[in-house]
Every structure is written in C-alpha cells, then in structure tokens.
C-alpha cells in the first residue's frame, strides 16, 4: 500500500537527515523532492501545490532552520499536513434518525460497490447493528445473485429483489420489510454502468429522493488513481455524497486517490477495502494513514486487528492452561487458527513501524500455518494432549496423513516444544497480554 510513494519520501528525508543542519536550500531542494514524489504518486496537481506551500510557511521557520533535529521537524511538518490533506479526523457514518437507517451505495461496475456492502453490512453486524441488504441493481441480473451469495457468508438478511421491478419501487419496498422484520440499518446497492452516465446518475438521484438516505456513499477503485477522484467529482455534483468508500487500497502503490479525493471534492473517506475477503474493510483514520506513507507503522490497526482475531474467551482460557501447565499439541492448533485469522502475517507486519519495508523482502511461507494446522489435525487426539507417545512410525502416519514428511512432522514438534517454553515464562498475571507486547515491540 503506497510502497512507492513511501520509498520516495524515505529517500527525501534520509538526505536531509544526513546533513544535520539545514540551509533555505537544503528545505527547498528537499520540498521539490516531495512535491515531484507527490506527483508521481498521481496526486492531484493542485493538491500538491497547497501541500507542499503549507509545509513551506512552516518549514521555512524558525521551528525547523533552528532546531536540533531539522529533518525530525521536517518530517514532523509533513505528517501533520498529510493528516489535513487526508481529512484531519475520521468521519464515522451517520446512523441517526429513524430505523432503518438507509445507507446507499453509489459507483461504476468493477469498483466493487457490490462487495463492499456485504463487506459493510458484515462490519455493521460486527458492531451490534442488525444490517439488511438490498440488492437494487436490476441491469446486471448477476449482482442481485451475486449480492444474495454474499449476505449469506456474512449472514445478514438480504431482500428478494424482483428483477422487474424499478430500482425506486425496490428501495421503497426493502425499506417497508426491514422495518417490519426490525432491522436497523439498509445498504442499498444500486447499479452500476462502465461509465459515468446520465441514466446511472437519475436513478441513483431518484433513489435518494425516495429513501433520503442519511449516507450516499461512492465506491471508488483507488487503482484508477485520479479517475476516482473525477468520478467522486462527478457523483458529488450530481447526486450529492456523503462520503467515500475506497477500494482496492492494498494494491495501490502510489496513493493519488486517497490523498486527493477529500481536498478535491470535499467529501471525507469513511472507509478503505484493503483486500477481497468480505473482512477486509477498514476504518479511515487520517493520521493512521500518514503514518504509514511515511514509514512509521500503523500499531493502531495491528493491535486493533490482533484483538478482533484474538477472542479474548480463548485467550482466558489458555492463559488458564498454562497456569496448570497443560498447553497442548490441540491449543497451538487453536492458536494457529487465530494466527491466520489475522489474515497474511506480511500484511500484519507491514503495519509495524519500520519493519514494513524490509518484511516484504523476507520469504514468509503462509502456507506453512496451513501444514502445521494439517500435520496437528492427523494426529490422534492421545497424540495432541501428550506429544511424547509419538515415535517413529507413528511420525509416518502422520507425514503421510497431512501430505507433508518426517522432518515437516519433526519440525513443528520443536515449535510446538519451544513455544511451550516460551509462554510458560509467560506465566503469571497479564503474562499473555506482556508476551504480545513483546513480540509487538
Ligand atoms: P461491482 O461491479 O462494483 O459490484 O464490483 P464487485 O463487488 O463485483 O467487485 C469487483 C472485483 O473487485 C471483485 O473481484 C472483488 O473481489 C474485487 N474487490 C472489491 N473490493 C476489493 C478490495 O478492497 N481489494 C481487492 N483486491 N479487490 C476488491
């Protein structure tokens, strides 16, 4: 996410550093890198030129010439006027007035609007909403399936939408069952056209006029970098939005939509897709953003991630365990599911100040969370709660059992004997809660 443009901004600032202290030239000189990085990125032109003035005013100053530390205070400058271009605070959805809420999804075919209301309704469930879905897009009678499909993973009701009736007609109806079924929150997925076009437009403005929406949210595809900014543009104009959910953000290395959209059309991101499982939605927090372009980790997200895969029962219970010394072969089997719970571990890392550069390099193997979850579930249930009755032939069942061999089987019983050690020093009150802080330092 942003690779490139955080190697840039890396790459400025590491010559500043090397200089100790700076000249109006070292700063000027430092501020064209920026701005150019900035450009590259495909940020918005104009954007960049108030950016890189705002840093200039303040840099120019006594604040940063005369410091100790001019490069620390450069660099303090640009994270704070990155959070303002992002939109300064995170803007939480608006779920106020009467229920059901309306929330309408707005956006061209492939942004993956459809997704993201499954991907939203899912995050709404998460929080104690009683989310519905409302398929309303009747063009592409692949969505209404595709949308059904999806609602039943994240299970959350989905309204049976009759492919002949107008997308109007629809809306006001779904609305009219999730009231009477109770739920609290209605995500209107509407259609979808390859281009901006007027029909698109007059429907989802209908639309509106029909179920005043407290949100009119675009999904935009960050990868098309500054044609989401013109369509976001083009929606604010003519429908009228609230916010902005951006996907595709994991795949992006430059950033231009997401550092543009908010100054260009004054609408706040709520949301980023960073991936194509229906978990990956987040929050977008501003500051959190800042810091990682500039390579300062994002531990908010990793912790925050950690405690949604991490059930905290579990973890009671385990700690509970090990108090009485009994982890066992059938925990860490347990602990491996909450490990891929938290999804790619490079995407874990990557959140971690300063090692996000360098984890990319390193040959992490996913799949070897897969075998070792393989290797434990062929063993016998004797095996799992007492490791020291598996010998020889009794490894090559189990090899052969998880396609995997010997040493494979081998090697996770060393795991499984250190990790053993290690949580057992772990022992004690919060001892759980200082081993992750730990390995989280
Ligand atoms: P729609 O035509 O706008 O409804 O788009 P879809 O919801 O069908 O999504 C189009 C494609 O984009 C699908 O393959 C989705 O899995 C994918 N997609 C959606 N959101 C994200 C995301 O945040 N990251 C990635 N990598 N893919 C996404």
């Given at each position: 996410m942003f690779e490139n443009l955080s190697e840039r901004l890396e790459g400025v600032f590491q010559r500043l550093r090397g200089k100790g202290k700076l000249t109006k030239d070292d700063v000027e000189r430092g501020l064209r890198e920026v701005r150019l990085a900035l450009l590259e990125a495909d940020v918005n032109y104009r954007v960049v030129k108030n950016f890189v003035d705002r840093v200039r005013e303040r840099a120019l100053g006594a604040e940063v010439l005369e410091s100790l530390t001019p490069a620390q205070q450069l660099i303090?400058?640009?994270?704070?006027?990155?959070?303002?271009?992002?939109?300064?605070?995170?803007?939480?959805?608006?779920?106020?007035?009467?229920?059901?809420?309306?929330?309408?999804?707005?956006?061209?075919?492939?942004?993956?609007?459809?997704?993201?209301?499954?991907?939203?309704?899912?995050?709404?469930?998460?929080?104690g909403h009683r989310p519905y879905l409302v398929p309303a897009?009747?063009?592409?009678?692949?969505?209404?399936?595709?949308?059904?499909?999806?609602?039943?993973?994240?299970?959350?009701?989905?309204?049976?939408?009759?492919?002949?009736?107008?997308?109007?007609?629809?809306?006001?109806?779904?609305?009219?069952?999730?009231?009477?079924?109770?739920?609290?929150?209605?995500?209107?997925?509407?259609?979808?056209?390859?281009?901006?076009?007027?029909?698109m437009m007059t429907e989802a403005a209908a639309i509106k006029e029909t179920v005043s929406p407290r949100e009119v949210l675009l999904v935009a595809d960050a990868m098309t970098g500054q044609d989401a900014v013109n369509i976001?543009?083009?929606?604010?104009?003519?429908?009228?939005?609230?916010?902005?959910?951006?996907?595709?953000?994991?795949?992006?290395?430059?950033?231009?939509?997401?550092?543009?959209?908010?100054?260009?059309?004054?609408?706040?991101?709520?949301?980023?897709?960073?991936?194509?499982?229906?978990?990956?939605?987040e929050v977008f927090y501003p500051d959190r953003l800042a810091s990682r372009i500039l390579g300062m980790g994002d531990v908010l997200t990793l912790i925050e991630k950690a405690q949604e895969a991490f059930d905290l029962k579990k973890a009671r219970e385990l700690q509970e365990k090990l108090r009485r010394r009994e982890f066992t072969l059938e925990d860490l089997r347990e602990q491996i599911k909450q490990m891929r719970k938290l999804g790619s571990m490079q995407e874990v890392f990557s959140l971690l100040p300063g090692i996000g550069k360098k984890i990319k390099e390193m040959p992490f193997d996913e799949k070897e969370l897969v075998r070792m979850e393989a290797i434990i579930n062929s063993m016998t249930r004797q095996e799992r709660l007492n490791p020291r009755i598996i010998n020889a032939?009794?490894?090559?069942?189990?090899?052969?059992?998880?396609?995997?061999?010997?040493?494979?089987?081998?090697?996770?019983?060393?795991?499984?004997?250190?990790?053993?050690k290690l949580l057992k020093k772990a022992r004690g009150p919060r001892g759980l809660e200082r081993l992750a802080r730990r390995l989280l330092q």
């Open positions: 303090k400058i640009v994270h704070e006027e990155l959070i303002r271009t992002l939109g300064e605070t995170p803007a939480p959805l608006d779920l106020g007035g009467s229920r059901p809420v309306p929330i309408l999804l707005v956006g061209l075919q492939g942004s993956g609007k459809t997704t993201t209301a499954a991907k939203l309704a899912l995050f709404l469930r998460k929080k897009d009747v063009y592409r009678p692949a969505a209404i399936d595709q949308l059904k499909t999806l609602a039943e993973r994240v299970g959350v009701p989905v309204y049976d939408t009759d492919p002949t009736d107008n997308p109007v007609e629809i809306a006001k109806k779904a609305l009219a069952e999730a009231k009477a079924l109770g739920r609290d929150v209605a995500i209107i997925d509407t259609a979808g056209r390859l281009h901006i076009d007027e029909a976001a543009k083009s929606f604010h104009e003519k429908v009228g939005l609230t916010g902005v959910i951006l996907t595709k953000v994991e795949g992006d290395a430059r950033g231009g939509a997401a550092l543009s959209i908010r100054e260009v059309t004054g609408c706040p991101i709520k949301f980023i897709g960073t991936g194509e499982k229906l978990e990956a939605l032939s009794r490894k090559r069942r189990i090899a052969r059992g998880s396609g995997t061999t010997v040493q494979e089987v081998n090697k996770l019983l060393k795991s499984y004997e250190e990790m053993r």
